[in-house]
Antibody, heavy 119, light 107 residues
Framework: EVQLVESGGGLVKPGGSLRLSCAASGFTFSSYSMNWVRQAPGKGLEWVSSISSSSSYIYYADSVKGRFTISRDNAKNSLYLQMNSLRAEDTAVYYC????????????WGQGTLVTVSS | DIQMTQSPSSLSASVGDRVTITCRASQGISNYLAWYQQKPGKVPKLLIYAASTLQSGVPSRFSGSGSGTDFTLTISSLQPEDVATYYCQKYNSALFTFGPGTKVDIK
């Protein structure tokens, strides 16, 4: 069974940093691209970042470019999101998702981890 | 960047009704479009990918169509468990963009 479990969320002050993790199991992690998607309270879904299976290709939404860094450790079956210079508008539930790179759809999602940026 | 729009933003229909949601891309995206269902307080769930391919396990009352810039998600007979927000999502040039969502409830 495919499982994605996010962790690392919490309360952080504006300008602060946080590192999210996503532990994957039930599939060959090194064969799949992964996404981070977020959802602000009461709002829609927003794609944040993508990383290909071997980390050769990495992409970011304009809203986080230069502040967030996606990475993965295939030996540890883990995906990460380093978030720096956090702003109030980064407050959201952050989901990791397994992606089919050819057609760009996310077939499996984690339960999400809440990041709150507030003073 | 390619923008995605959805219409309507919300709808209310009776059980058994046929429901159609439209998604439009500002530029052609071939069939690189997916649909997701998100029930209140739950994680998004993939319904359809490649514009018209039903994800395994999804009820056959859901269907998708379209190519290029105009796409539709159809629920052939609305059920109470279909109350949710539905999002389209495009994929091109390794960029993923979601539509704003369509909230569906029961009249």
């Amino acid at each position: 069974e495919v499982q994605l479990v996010e962790s690392g969320g919490g309360l952080v002050k504006p300008g602060g940093s946080l590192r999210l993790s996503c532990a994957a199991s039930g599939f060959t992690f090194s064969s799949y691209s992964m996404n981070w998607v977020r959802q602000a309270p009461g709002k829609g879904l927003e794609w944040v970042s993508s990383i290909s299976s071997s980390s050769s290709y990495i992409y970011y939404a304009d809203s986080v470019k230069g502040r967030f860094t996606i990475s993965r450790d295939n030996a540890k079956n883990s995906l990460y999101l380093q978030m720096n210079s956090l702003r109030a508008e980064d407050t959201a539930v952050y989901y990791c998702a397994r992606v089919n790179w050819n057609y760009g759809y996310a077939g499996y999602w984690g339960q999400g981890t809440l990041v709150t940026v507030s003073s | 960047d390619i923008q995605m729009t959805q219409s309507p933003s919300s709808l209310s229909a009776s059980v058994g009704d046929r429901v159609t949601i439209t998604c439009r891309a500002s530029q052609g995206i071939s069939n690189y479009l997916a649909w997701y269902q998100q029930k209140p307080g739950k994680v998004p769930k993939l319904l359809i990918y490649a514009a018209s391919t039903l994800q395994s396990g999804v009820p056959s009352r859901f269907s998708g169509s379209g190519s290029g810039t105009d796409f539709t998600l159809t629920i052939s007979s609305l059920q109470p468990e279909d109350v949710a927000t539905y999002y389209c999502q495009k994929y091109n040039s390794a960029l993923f963009t979601f539509g704003p969502g369509t909230k569906v409830d029961i009249k």
